[in-house]
């Protein structure tokens, strides 16, 4: 299940990055229609939101390389896939604690900070669990 897991994600990184790439690239007068007053002009915003999305994309090669080591047998991929999945729980707990925080803070935006703190909570949920049968994995092969 850790696997299916991982390889979801790392359809979701790669997809959401080649998106945003293509909104910052393209979709940048329409994003700034929906966002509030900002204080850059357009092609800040676009070069902000491509500078962005090629680190979402990164995550997800990132998650590619330790989906095909694992189903490489590769000694260190279970390990990196520990690693990968305990750092983007507590990264995006701390993200859902974030935007909680900012939903309190800014009333008025409320419902869209509570979006993203429940989406960041169910991906902190999911990593944390790919995190857990991942150790449960390492425990059993120390133990044979």
Request: contains cysteine.
């Amino acid at each position: 299940m850790a696997r299916a897991v991982l390889l979801a994600a790392t359809i979701v990184w790669l997809v959401a990055g080649i998106v945003g790439i293509g909104i910052g690239l393209l979709g940048s007068t329409g994003l700034q229609r929906v966002l509030p007053p900002l204080a850059i002009d357009l092609a800040a915003l676009g070069g902000a939101v491509v500078a962005v999305a090629v680190g979402v994309l990164a995550v997800g090669v990132a998650h590619a390389v330790v989906v095909l080591g694992m189903r490489a047998g590769h000694p260190a991929a279970r390990s990196a896939a520990l690693l990968l999945s305990a750092t983007l729980s507590a990264l995006l707990l701390a993200l859902a604690a974030a935007s909680a925080t900012s939903a309190v803070t800014l009333p008025e935006r409320a419902p869209s900070f509570l979006v993203a703190c429940a989406a960041a909570a169910v991906g902190a949920a999911a990593y944390g669990l790919v995190t857990v049968l991942l150790v449960a994995e390492v425990r059993a092969s120390r133990a044979r």
